[in-house]
């Protein structure tokens, strides 16, 4: 092709200007658009868009992209390189422990700032919000993150095993191990199905230690209080389902598979992992629900991730994170969010809301759910904590491999933990 | 017009701009991705700092010492010598002998060479997972259904303390093979023939040809081998991120990654860059320690 010099000027004013106006901000006037990096993977990832698409539509001058950026892990990765490099997105998806992290680095903003602004909530709107979980995103009296996907643990159990056998859900750990004999099948020498599912987890320890009444970090904060008596006795009934009962075994991954197959009748597991469950299960038999099996008090551990509003982002893009923020975690949104992932409403006023109680109707086993919240426990919000999860991990393996005992298992690993707190700011 | 002659300081440079011109997007890349890395590591070993607060306080050595003390680094520097040392300790024999058979002429025989080389250019990634599988603890894992079929229990593999790393190296050893055959062949295609016309005269057998002629002019072959593989098994990383995250208990845990996990996953950039260097200074030892036990013993020429 013939291209003269006026056509090839022309051609490269033209090039010049669509990559200006792809990279410049879009001037006065224009929509302002916001980037919200989540980790909503498989089942939940439509589910965001749908939210995401519902706010685009309502609100004509504000464009929200919602990028996924992997596994919570890889998205911690990326946004603490993307705070470096300086180039956050405007919203981001956060576990509490990491929220203490970009607080000291000043990489977000208060949410309070704007709970208190002029487009902001009502005190009812605000206690609206279950206590639990506002307590979970408040650091130093301060309300840094919004409360957005918040699940909780329950067990899930294979119903029509349940209802074949006359058996009810378990209570208690009393329960769970009597439960859990009568559900262990053998056939021919070889266990053909566990009545439990033992995955030596950092969360499977820490719902022992709570439902045995014991605590995360002794008072005052500066030590850790897991190895305590009652986290012991915790790790060792698990411990003990295995190895001297023989009616659980050891799962290095998502036993929803294994569930789905029959090989196992309970697990332990976060609400959204009911999607999952349903979709490994596919109409073979139904999914019951019940709280946590407890010995001393009823409890469970709450998980899930809240947003944030970066500091980086200029303000017209945080008043807009603001209002897309208010209008994911607004009852009529958080209501249709729980209703399609399963994740906890994060307000009452959802729950109670007439759109829930239908559903509640229809669906009763999300009631256990819904039901703990009341009893729910928040694992301490500090950037120590994520490590700190690792250590328990590791004494958790170690104990059930049988290369300690769990009391020593757990004293070591306090140790290590305490090392950490002592080192903190 | 009469073009003027440029002077020979000028023409030089010209030849010579053209020579880093070629030279500049090498330099670039290696400017940018390693040279400027690795001092700014070094720079950022002396302070404690977590990539994003911008308090970053000077530490000095403190972050050395804290390796040195730090029970889990321990850790990892055993596995990571274990892991070198038995995982090279097997590949170079091994190499060694599919070389010496791979080094004849057959028909086909270009498929063999093809056959052995093609793990090493797989992504490693991928393999990783389809080795996943081979080792899936319970019954449905390839591994365990050949064993169910003679008799063997199933085993846990990369779940269980004690197979975890050597599952590990099989995989390496399995991946890096094709390289090492590779590069014996080059070697023993190099070693003239007529060596081994004058040995077979004097009555030597294929054992004797072998310890006499082939091992010792293969040598310089073998130490580059040995120096490589040295240096990349200390700093084996994806294996165990791919296979095992670092378990059980931590017996997969190795030095790299050991700063992934410090610099990537808790933060501490300070004291992975420390771990880092500490790493260099030992790969530096034991590539020094090599020359000087096995350099002397490497023949050039008979």
Do not use: C
């Not at chain 2, 889990?72 to 190499?95: E, H, M, Q």
């Not at chain 2, 080094?103 to 990783?128: C, D, E, Q």
């Not at chain 2, 063997?152 to 093979?177: E, T, Y």
């Amino acid at each position: 092709m013939q291209v003269g010099r006026r056509g090839f000027l022309r051609i490269a004013a033209a090039v010049l200007l669509l990559t200006a106006s792809l990279i410049l901000p879009a001037g006065a006037g224009g929509p302002v658009t916001i980037t919200f990096w989540h980790g909503m993977s498989g089942v939940l990832n439509p589910a965001i868009d749908e939210l995401t698409n519902d706010f685009n539509k309502l609100n004509p001058g504000i464009v929200v992209n919602a990028q996924y950026q992997g596994t919570y892990g890889t998205l911690n990765q990326k946004l603490v390189a993307a705070v470096a490099a300086g180039s956050p997105p405007t919203i981001t998806q956060l576990f509490p422990n990491w929220a203490d992290q970009l607080i000291q680095a000043k990489a977000i903003v208060p949410m309070e700032n704007f709970i208190k602004g002029p487009d902001g909530l009502s005190a009812e709107e605000l206690s609206d919000i279950f206590p639990i979980l506002r307590q979970e995103s408040t650091f130093n009296g301060v309300m840094w993150t919004m409360p957005f996907n918040k699940s909780l643990y329950i067990l899930f159990y294979n119903e029509d095993l349940f209802k074949q056998n006359n058996l009810k859900p378990p209570a208690t750990w009393d329960d769970l191990l009597n439960v859990s004999k009568a559900l262990t099948k053998e056939e021919g020498g070889r266990t053909t199905r566990y009545g439990f599912v033992v995955r030596p987890t950092t969360d499977y320890f820490l719902l022992m230690l709570i439902t045995n009444g014991g605590d995360f970090l002794k008072p005052g904060g500066k030590e850790v209080a897991f190895n305590s008596p009652a986290g012991v006795e915790g790790l060792q009934f698990l411990i003990d389902l295995v190895q001297k009962h023989k009616v659980a075994y050891v799962l290095n991954a998502f036993a929803d598979a294994d569930f789905a197959a029959g090989k196992v009748a309970m697990y332990l597991v976060t609400n959204p992992g009911l999607a999952f469950a349903r979709a490994a299960v596919a109409g073979r038999f139904e999914i019951g629900i019940a709280p946590i099996p407890y010995k001393k008090s009823r409890a469970t551990l709450l998980s899930g991730t809240d947003v944030a509003i970066m500091a980086k982002a200029v303000p017209e893009q945080q008043v807009a994170a603001w209002k897309f923020i208010k209008f994911v975690t607004g009852t009529t949104a958080t209501t249709r969010w729980f209703m399609k992932t399963f994740y906890m409403p994060v307000r009452r006023s959802a729950r109670d809301s007439t759109l829930a109680r239908v559903y509640l109707q229809q669906n009763p086993e999300h009631r256990a759910g819904l039901d703990s919240l009341a009893v729910a426990r928040t694992a301490p919000n500090i950037a120590e904590w994520q490590e700190i999860r690792d250590i328990i991990q590791e004494a958790v393996e170690e104990a059930v491999l049988g290369k300690k005992t769990a009391k020593q298992a757990l004293d070591d690993a306090a140790v290590k933990a305490n090392k950490l707190l002592s080192q903190r700011k | 017009m009469i073009p003027r002659v440029p002077s020979r300081r000028v023409r030089r440079l010209l030849e010579n701009l053209e020579a880093y011109a070629f030279l500049l997007p090498a330099i670039v890349v290696l400017g940018v991705f390693h040279l400027f890395p690795i001092v700014f590591a070094f720079f950022i070993s002396l302070l404690k700092w977590n990539m994003i607060d911008p308090v970053r306080p000077y530490v000095g050595l403190a972050n050395y010492v804290q390796a040195l003390q730090d029970d889990k680094f321990r850790t990892a520097l055993g596995n990571t010598t274990y892991y070198a040392f038995v995982s090279v300790g097997l590949a170079i024999p091994l190499a060694l002998f599919f070389a010496v058979l791979l080094n004849r002429k057959l028909r086909g025989m270009s498929w063999y060479r093809t056959a052995f080389f093609i793990p090493h250019v797989t992504s490693l990634a991928a393999a990783a997972m389809v080795w996943h599988w081979l080792y899936n603890p319970d019954q449905f894992g390839l591994l365990n259904y050949l064993l169910d079929k003679v008799g063997i229990p199933p085993q846990r593999w990369l779940l269980d303390p004690l197979q975890a790393m050597p599952a590990i190296i099989a995989v390496s050893i399995w991946s890096s093979l094709g390289r090492d055959i590779v590069i014996f062949l080059a070697g023993l295609q190099s070693i003239s023939q007529d060596y081994y016309e004058a040995a077979q005269i004097d009555g030597a057998n294929n054992w004797q040809l072998f310890r006499h002629v082939t091992w010792p002019l293969l040598s310089p072959t073998t130490y580059f081998i040995l120096i490589i593989s040295m240096i990349g098994a200390f700093k084996i990383f994806a294996l165990p991120l791919f296979l095992t995250g670092g378990g059980p208990i931590s017996k997969t845990l190795t030095i790299v990654y050991s700063i992934y996990q410090q610099g990537f996953q808790y933060f501490r950039m300070g004291y992975a860059s420390a771990q880092a260097y500490t790493l260099f200074a030992i790969i530096f030892l034991i590539t020094m320690l090599q020359r000087r036990v096995l350099a002397h013993r490497v023949h050039y020429d008979i």
